[in-house]
């Protein structure tokens, strides 16, 4: 499996095919959030990636990412240190630091649907962010595919990304755990089908 060092060159460890029918090819976003704790009523984001990718609605092939974005926020309220401990980030690494609402609000409008590992923990907090984000359908990557019954004991991100053998320097930093996700939604389980594959059906085209 091919080897991720904080997310560079992803797009190597992704097929690029071209297919004829242009309307079978889709948009989406995955996105990851690193936070203040883990209340989205009272915590905030401090750190936002999002990665909008080309699809085939026919294959499930992821065949394009379109766009990165990696962004900082200073929030209104102090990192917790259990929070800290887990993404690396303190007050002194955010001050001062702002997303750049233009950028992300274009990018989730290209979106046919948003994607998150655990989309309920980052639907809470982006969405107080970005009203888009109430209007798009979400996908889990977690909860959205039966990796039980793929023959994985856990379906949490790190395990998974390790029983692929998939590797990033920085563990719970938003950009690389998104580029690593997209990585691992690449795979093909034992049917040949791409594990994208089965999250896109449970969506559907809208």
């Known amino acids: 499996m091919a080897r991720i060092v904080n997310g560079d060159r992803l797009e190597d460890n992704i097929l690029h095919s071209v297919l004829p029918d242009e309307d079978s090819f889709g948009t989406a976003v995955f996105l990851d959030v690193e936070t203040t704790g883990l209340s989205p009523a009272s915590d905030e984001v401090v750190e936002l990636a999002l990665c909008l990718f080309e699809f085939s609605w026919e294959t499930g092939e992821i065949t394009q990412i379109v766009e990165r974005y990696v962004g900082l926020r ?113 795979c093909k389980g034992q049917d040949g089908k791409s594990y994208f594959y089965e999250l896109a059906r449970r969506v559907g085209r809208r």
């Open 74 to 186: 200073e929030p209104g309220v102090p990192i917790s240190s259990q929070a800290a401990r887990v993404h690396g980030l303190n007050l002194a690494a955010v001050r001062g630091k702002r997303l750049d609402d233009a950028r992300v609000n274009a990018m989730l409008m290209r979106a046919e649907f948003l994607i998150a590992h655990n989309a309920p923990f980052d639907r809470g907090f982006v969405s107080r962010l970005y009203e888009i984000c109430n209007r798009k359908p979400w996908a889990c990557s977690m909860s959205g595919i039966d990796w039980r019954g793929k023959g994985f004991a856990s379906r949490g991100l790190q395990n998974l990304l390790r029983d692929h053998g998939i590797t990033v320097n920085r563990s719970h930093r938003a950009e690389d755990d998104v580029l690593a996700t997209l990585q691992l939604l690449s």
